[in-house]
Every structure is written in C-alpha cells, then in structure tokens.
C-alpha cells in the first residue's frame, strides 16, 4: 500500500510538470546509494519545491494542507506527544475533538507513524499536511515553551559538561579570592542558571543581555533586534552568585565591587563557539552585568547582503578601493558599523595588501588581517597604536572609533600619508560627522584633504514574514516624498506571531546615507558651513537621506514607515516631510 501510494505520487508529480522522469530516476539512484526518504532526496537536491511536494500529497491523498506559521496550538496538545517522538516522525498535534486528535505530518505516508502516535494516545488519528520547515519551528516554538523538555537537555547535558563549555576567558589580574565566593561560583543551580541566560540568549539571536538586581528580584533583559525585552527572572538571592560566576568565567576579580570592569570570554554550545564581551557597573543595590554577543554563525560580513541600496552601496565600494583616503561610518551604538568596516575589509583585502586593525575590544577574528586590541590600562590606545602600526608598512588601517583629538589627528595624517583610512563615530547624520572632527579640533583643510565619504547607518527591523499582511499607507505619511500619489502604493506589516514573539518584526536590514565630499561640500567645509547646509547640499546633489532610503524599503515590503519613522526622527530632509 505504501508503495503503491508512492508510486501514484511520483506519477502525479510528473502529469503536472512539477517533476521530470529524469530527475526522478536520478533522486531514486541517490536513494539506492546513500538511503533516506525519497521526499527529502527531491527537495535537497533541489528536483521538486517543498511547498509543490506537500500541494501534491494533499491532492493524491486526499489530505488538507495547513499553514502552521498561521495556527496556533493550545499548550495542552503538545503534552500529547513528546518532543523527541515530535522530532523523530516530524509530527505535531493540532486539535482534539472527541476521540480525534488531528495531526500535522511532513510526510503523510509514513504508517508507522500514525500507528505509533495511535498506539501511545489511544485517540483516532486524523492527518493534515504541511511542511518540514514549519513542523521544525512549530517543535522549537511549543515544545520549548510548553514543556521546557528543550531546558531539561540543556540541563542534564550540563550535569555532564557537554552543553557549555568556556573555551577562553579574559586577560585579568590573578588575585587571591574569598573562600565563599569561589564556592558559590561553583553552586550548581548558580552554574545552571548561568549558563541556562547565556543559552536563551543565543536562541533568541540577541545581541545583548542585561543582568540587573532589582530589590526582589534579578532581572534578565535581552536585546532583540535592536529592542530590549524581558525573559524569565532569577530570584534576587542568585545575584551574587549569577555576577561572580560571569567574573570567573572571564578571569576578572570577583573580590572587587567597587569599581568597573571589562572582560571577555568564549563558550562552547551545541558544538559552535561564540564571544561574550562583559561589562560590571557597581549600582548602588548590587553589581550590573552587561553582556555583548558576538556569534560568528550570525555575523554576515558581505556588503551586498547587509541590505543597503544600491546608490548609497556603490558609492562606499568605489570610494574604498582608492589607494588613499579616510571613509568614516557613524551612527548609534549598536547599529552596525563594525560590521560594515569588517565587510568593506573583506570586499578589498587581497594578498598585495598589509591591512591592520586596531580595536576596543576585537570583535571578530578575521582571516589574514592583522588585528589589535588595545589596553589602555598599560598605555596601549588608539594613538599609541597608530603610531605604531604606521612603522608597519601598512597599506589600509581601520581604527575601531575615533574618541579625541589625538586619534583623529593621526588618522587623518594617515590618509594624506598614502594610507586607507577606516573608521567610526558616534555621531547620528553623515553631515554631523563632519561637524564633530571640526569640534574635535581638526582643521577644515585637512578634512577636505583626507575624508572621502562618511556614511550614516542604522538597522532597520525587517517585517515578520510569517505574520506579514498589507495595509493601505496613509497618505499623510507621504506628503513630501518624490512619490506618484496616482499610484496604487501597497506597504506591509506584521500582524504578530509567536516566531516574532508577537512583535511583527524578525531580523533586520541595514539603512545607509553615504555622503561623498565633492568640490561643494568641500568649499563649505572649508569655510564652517553648518551641517544642516552640507546635507542641503549634498541631497541637492543626489544623496538619498536615511529617511528615502527607509521608505524604499517600506515600498519594497521590507520594513513598516513607523520602524523609519522611530530610526530617523532627527532626519529634518525636507524631501522626506
């Protein structure tokens, strides 16, 4: 019978174009060799699209499809069925009325999964059909909020030692440490409870976490897509504990509550390494704990898939492949620059050229570039190491963030020294950026003898793709903008779902305004122009501002106008309303 079905299947599969006799007897040849399922072998050799294989199961067997990304399961359901019989048939449970419970099944044909699923409920057992990929992230989302049997592994793999492990900690002052304190580090529920906030917040792709005591209880924050949300809070008695073992970890004085300090360190989970940056502030009810994720698996160091447009992108490309001159990317803490400079690293580094790097702290190892961390507790800044690194013969130098007068002074004698010049600063428009060099105390010829571009960026929260929905923009919102109001102007947003914790937003998209220095915005430069005048000017002379380039982005159905609105509000582009 099973056999039978395929058979009418792969039949089907080739009535309607969907697969060819070819293809088919090639899939089968894999199947003979390596083994597996059929319906795996068409997809991953890219012979048949998932959601074509699942529309044409449905219509032989005569079962539903079912969206899950648009359903939702009631908790009690998911008791039903164990996580680990949920993974290995790729199976769900939907509803229950009566003596029937309906499934969700990627691959309906297999009996002996209804059989077994029959046998360990005692229900009757009805079948939709639907995907691998939303089977996969239906078990992530319920049977991880559900049943918490995803922390119970996580629990029992640390009893082992396997879950985390800290494959590198921090350079820090060995000191002798209080008796209780080493012990309380050692505490399993403290190390339990560590390493169970580090694991949440690699699985929410955070970019930070915050550790702060509160008068009864911790309180754990992560930063999600830019945006703090709350996660399960410890009990105020951990905090101590939480504190010290993140110290230990990143080999920092767990002896010292008085004074600030800094750390890192690296771990080992589920068989991939990430960096955690640290930083402990004394408040006045205990000590704060801040965490900086840098997961390698996440970081995307390609210029074209950071999201930018195309003008503003290849206005940065060709300004960095000029054998001299200084590029500056500013912004907001958190919004990307690092990353940018790393791409544009990447994009120009070949084997002709000695490219070296000074940091606070170095984010990401990259290959066959030299890289610095400075150690301002020894003297080592970022002028005391440009000094140096200039006696290295270098080719193009990226400062991590130009601070003072004294960084930006030899950065920008750098580049009229023959160098390329990378750098950042914390200034929110590109026009801004000039103004600050100037109140740094930099010289306005020197500016326009060094700095090529200066691009402004931010990361916009791209729109949730399983809970996206169109919606009719308000005029009002375009008053101003080089926009035919004839046309019909669709925009989208996110109605919310449990895979955007009911945010409407997942992941996020770079915005950029990329300001090159022509002989206009050189000669008001030199002669003091208010940054409000160089941005008049240079949109006059075709630089799309944060704002444009955000609403390109509303069109295209990427993000929403309010995310552009909250990202740009100190954009006055009268172009932009």
Not at 412 to 426: N, Y
Request: aromatic share 4%; hydrophobic share 40%; glycine share 8%.
């Amino acid at each position: 019978m099973n056999l039978s079905l395929k058979e009418r299947l792969n039949k089907l599969l080739i009535e309607k174009g969907i697969l060819t006799s070819e293809k088919l007897n090639k899939a089968l040849d894999i199947q003979k060799k390596k083994g597996g399922k059929l319906s795996d072998i068409l997809v991953e050799n890219g012979f048949v699209d998932r959601k074509d294989l699942m529309v044409a199961l449905s219509e032989e067997l005569g079962i539903p499809p079912i969206n899950l990304a648009r359903y939702k399961i009631e908790p009690s359901l998911i008791k039903l069925i164990p996580r680990k019989l949920a993974e290995h048939y790729q199976i769900v449970p939907i509803s229950k009325m009566g003596n029937l419970l309906t499934v969700a099944m990627a691959d309906p044909l297999n009996i002996f999964a209804v059989d077994d699923i029959k046998s360990l409920t005692g229900f009757q057992i009805g079948i939709l059909v639907t995907t691998d990929k939303d089977i996969r992230r239906a078990i992530d989302d319920y049977y991880g909020e559900a049943t918490h049997e995803a922390i119970e592994e996580l629990m029992a793999g640390m009893k082992k030692g396997k879950a985390i492990e800290v494959v590198e900690g921090g350079v820090g002052e060995e000191e002798v440490l209080p008796t209780d304190l080493v012990r309380m580090t050692q505490e399993t529920p403290v190390v339990q409870m560590t390493d169970l906030i580090l694991a949440e917040a690699i699985k929410l792709k955070a970019s930070d976490v915050l550790i702060e005591p509160m008068e009864k209880i911790l309180r754990i924050r992560y930063r999600v897509d830019g945006v703090l949300r709350e996660g399960k809070n410890a009990p105020r008695s951990m905090h101590d504990g939480i504190v010290s073992r993140l110290k230990v970890m990143s080999n920092l004085n767990i002896a010292e509550h008085r004074l600030p300090q800094d750390g890192r360190f690296k771990i080992n989970i589920q068989n991939r390494e990430v960096d955690f940056r640290i930083s402990v502030l004394p408040s006045n009810i205990g000590e704060k704990a801040a965490l900086r994720i840098l997961d390698k698996t996440q970081a995307t160091l390609d210029l074209d898939k950071l999201g930018f447009e195309k003008k503003p992108l290849e206005s940065l490309k060709r300004e960095s492949q000029k054998p001299h001159g200084m590029i500056l990317v500013c912004g907001p803490s958190g919004c990307g620059k690092t990353t940018t400079l790393y791409s544009v690293l990447k994009f120009i580094d070949s084997p002709e050229k000695n490219i070296v790097t000074v940091e606070d702290p170095v984010e990401y190892d990259l290959h066959g570039i030299n890289q610095v961390t400075i150690r301002t507790n020894i003297g080592l800044t970022f002028a005391n190491s440009l000094r140096s690194i200039l006696r290295q013969d270098p080719d193009i130098i990226m400062v991590g963030e130009i601070r003072d007068f004294d960084t930006a002074d030899i950065a920008i004698k750098s580049a009229l020294t023959g160098h390329l010049v990378l750098s950042t600063l914390h200034t929110t428009t590109a026009a801004g950026s000039i103004i600050r060099l100037v109140n740094m105390g930099i010289e306005p010829f020197l500016i326009t003898s060094s700095v090529v571009l200066v691009a402004a960026q931010r990361l916009a929260r791209k729109i949730c793709p399983d809970c996206k929905e169109e919606y009719k923009l308000p005029h009002s919102a375009l008053e101003g903008c080089k926009i035919d109001m004839n046309k019909k102007i669709a925009a989208y947003k996110g109605k919310g779902c449990r895979h955007c914790l009911n945010t409407g937003y997942k992941g996020r998209v770079g915005l950029m305004e990329a300001l090159t220095l022509t002989p206009k915005i050189k000669e008001l430069i030199a002669n003091k122009a208010q940054d409000y005048q160089i941005k008049e000017e240079a949109v006059k002379e075709g630089m799309a501002t944060l704002r444009e380039n955000g609403l390109k982005k509303v069109l295209a159905g990427i993000t929403t106008w309010e995310e552009v609105l909250r990202l740009t509000a100190g954009d006055q582009s009268t172009e932009t309303g």
